[in-house]
Nanobody, 128 residues
Framework: QVQLVESGGGLAQPGMSLRLACAAS????????MIWARQSPGKGLEWVSG????????AYADSVKGRFTISRDNAKNKLYLQMNNLKPEDTALYFC?????????????????????WGRGTQVTVAS
């Protein structure tokens, strides 16, 4: 059974950093592109970042570009999101999700329907 479990969220002051992790199981992680998305009352569900199955390409939403870094460790079946210089507008519930298509060759924002499994999320709150 596919399982995605996010961790690493919490409270942070503006300018501080957090590192989120997503532990994956129940599927061949190394062949699946992955994304991070976030949900907040003001902005709804927003795609944040994506990474190809082998980590060879990444993409970011304009709102986080230059501050966040997505990475993965296929040997450990883990996905990460390093979040630097956090801003109050980064406050959201952060989800990881897997692409239903194996070995995709391009990465970027796509309709959420292409992501067939989602974690339950980890809350990030940025406030002074």
């Amino acid at each position: 059974q596919v399982q995605l479990v996010e961790s690493g969220g919490g409270l942070a002051q503006p300018g501080m950093s957090l590192r989120l992790a997503c532990a994956a199981s129940g599927f061949t992680f190394r062949t699946s592109s992955m994304i991070w998305a976030r949900q907040s009352p003001g902005k709804g569900l927003e795609w944040v970042s994506g990474i190809l199955s082998d980590g060879s390409d990444t993409a970011y939403a304009d709102s986080v570009k230059g501050r966040f870094t997505i990475s993965r460790d296929n040997a450990k079946n883990k996905l990460y999101l390093q979040m630097n210089n956090l801003k109050p507008e980064d406050t959201a519930l952060y989800f990881c999700a897997k692409d239903r298509e194996g070995r995709r060759t391009t990465v970027g924002a796509m309709p959420f329907a292409v992501y067939d499994y989602w974690g339950r999320g980890t809350q990030v709150t940025v406030a002074s």
